[in-house]
């Protein structure tokens, strides 16, 4: 009885944190500096600190062009998580 509710927190967190990856992948930013603002003053801040990190990482390996880089990363990230939702849920009904 207590690992369908288990199963269940777990996806609405790693829905949460798919959600938070697709939307920095897709989102379109007009400067620079508001990406960057965005990205430390949204949702919770483990998860801005995973996001700034990555994007800190992107910024630095490619300086000329690292915002198409993060966003395919990120996009990546968030498929991923949507990836173990569905892992999680064929492993419980099988």
């Given at each position: 009885?207590?690992?369908?509710?288990?199963?269940?927190?777990?996806?609405l967190?790693?829905?949460?944190?798919?959600?938070?990856?697709?939307?920095?992948?897709?989102?379109?930013?007009?400067?620079?500096?508001?990406?960057?603002?965005?990205?430390?003053?949204?949702?919770?801040?483990?998860?801005?600190?995973?996001?700034?990190a990555?994007?800190?990482?992107?910024?630095?390996?490619?300086?000329?062009?690292?915002?198409?880089?993060?966003?395919?990363?990120v996009?990546?990230?968030?498929?991923?998580?949507?990836?173990?939702?569905?892992?999680?849920?064929?492993?419980?009904?099988?």
């Amino acid at each position: 009885m207590g690992l369908p509710i288990l199963i269940s927190v777990a996806t609405l967190l790693f829905a949460m944190f798919a959600g938070v990856a697709f939307y920095y992948a897709f989102k379109p930013f007009k400067e620079r500096k508001d990406f960057f603002q965005h990205v430390l003053s949204t949702y919770f801040p483990f998860v801005a600190l995973l996001g700034e990190a990555i994007l800190y990482l992107c910024e630095k390996l490619f300086p000329t062009n690292f915002l198409p880089i993060f966003r395919v990363i990120v996009f990546i990230i968030g498929l991923l998580f949507i990836g173990l939702i569905a892992l999680m849920w064929l492993t419980y009904w099988t």
